[in-house]
């Protein structure tokens, strides 16, 4: 391939990730009230429907250990925007059976959590 062909695939895949993944930005985000607060093996604390947090995207984390299951995590929309539909809150649930407790294991745990939540945003 040519380096301006490289270049100008590059610039044009740059571009589509940067329009997908930009959002409008809220002064303040809720949880709805009008929503259960259980999200699969969770419960959203009551502070977030009230005070509600400074950021785009509400995540809840937490654990389980399934021997049985296959996954390292696993994650799930919670909430939705109405004007887009685009998910606000949402959660992700580490399974410990998979962890390794190193660096290695470290940087999996992050290479997981950012494919999780990229999949799930741009769903």
């Not at 389980?64 to 919670?78: F, Q, R």
């Not at 949402?90 to 190193?102: A, E, F, Q, R």
Request: with cysteine.
């Amino acid at each position: 391939m040519e380096v301006n062909t490289i270049k100008r695939v590059t610039n044009i895949t740059a571009n589509y990730f940067y329009n997908i993944l930009n959002v409008t930005r809220l002064p303040r985000l809720y949880y709805p009230a009008n929503t259960t607060l259980a999200c699969n093996t969770l419960k959203v604390n009551d502070k977030y429907v009230s005070e509600g947090v400074i950021g785009d995207l509400g995540v809840i984390v937490g654990s389980e250990s399934k021997a049985d299951a296959v996954y390292i995590a696993k994650s799930l929309a919670c909430t939705f925007l109405e004007s887009n539909k685009r998910p606000i809150w949402g959660v992700l649930i580490w399974n410990t059976i998979y962890l390794k407790y190193d660096q290695v294991g470290f940087q999996e745990m992050i290479y997981v959590a950012v494919n999780i939540f990229l999949f799930r945003i741009m769903k």
